[in-house]
T-cell receptor, first 114, second 108 residues
Framework: GAGVSQTPSNKVTEKGKYVELRCDPISGHTALYWYRQSLGQGPEFLIYFQGTGAADDSGLPNDRFFAVRPEGSVSTLKIQRTERGDSAVYLC????????????FGPGTRLTVL | EDQVTQSPEALRLQEGESSSLNCSYTVSGLRGLFWYRQDPGKGPEFLFTLYSAGEEKEKERLKATLTKKESFLHITAPKPEDSATYLCAVPAGNQFYFGTGTSLTVIP
């Protein structure tokens, strides 16, 4: 079946611009996670959705970052006033149920801020 | 405060040369330890979950073990296609803390 998909695969933007990154989780998966991965590092937690609500957004680095999941399926990570330090691979993962279960990751969106 | 530490950072093996990767964790009340494999340009791919000390799981040439403070990923007679970065992760609350990974290269 279809896995987690993320679009775009690559995004190049200029400092100060607004970007949106999209995640389509596996159908029926209720839990959705966003991570950020810098070169040579492991994924860093950003936000966790249980259904439509953000159950934990403590990993978002500042208020320029925001994420939504309005219908409990697709999620969008939004970054305002991008900075060069935001450059990284943004990964989305979903799991069938909330809790301590295996996560299925998408291929990621590589964001480059010039 | 580091939750998860992996060693070594990089490992080069000859094909057929067995070895082990280490993942040590400091989170209390372990709710599972997860191993993932990540190929370049791709998202992590789930391998194993271990929940209690003494537990072992195997998949092809990989075997994961767990103690109260660390986990090992044993690779027996590796092949070049086992080359990847291996990540471990532990949950704490709603978050999953990942280590920085071990980059494994298996030379034919």
């Amino acid at each position: 079946g279809a896995g987690v998909s993320q679009t775009p695969s690559n995004k190049v933007t200029e400092k100060g611009k607004y970007v949106e990154l999209r995640c389509d989780p596996i159908s029926g998966h209720t839990a959705l996670y966003w991570y950020r991965q810098s070169l040579g590092q492991g994924p860093e937690f950003l936000i966790y959705f249980q259904g439509t609500g953000a159950a934990d957004d403590s990993g978002l680095p500042n208020d320029r970052f925001f994420a939504v999941r309005p219908e409990g399926s697709v999620s969008t990570l939004k970054i305002q006033r991008t900075e060069r330090g935001d450059s990284a691979v943004y990964l989305c993962a979903s799991s069938l149920e909330p809790g301590y279960n295996e996560q299925f990751f998408g291929p990621g969106t590589r964001l480059t801020v010039l | 405060e580091d939750q998860v530490t992996q060693s070594p950072e990089a490992l080069r093996l000859q094909e057929g040369e067995s070895s082990s990767l280490n993942c040590s964790y400091t989170v209390s009340g372990l709710r599972g330890l997860f191993w993932y494999r990540q190929d370049p340009g791709k998202g992590p791919e789930f391998l194993f979950t271990l929940y209690s000390a003494g537990e072992e799981k195997e998949k092809e040439r990989l075997k994961a073990t767990l103690t109260k403070k660390e986990s090992f990923l044993h690779i027996t007679a590796p092949k070049p296609e086992d080359s990847a970065t291996y990540l471990c992760a532990v949950p704490a609350g709603n978050q999953f803390y990942f280590g920085t990974g071990t980059s494994l290269t298996v030379i034919p």
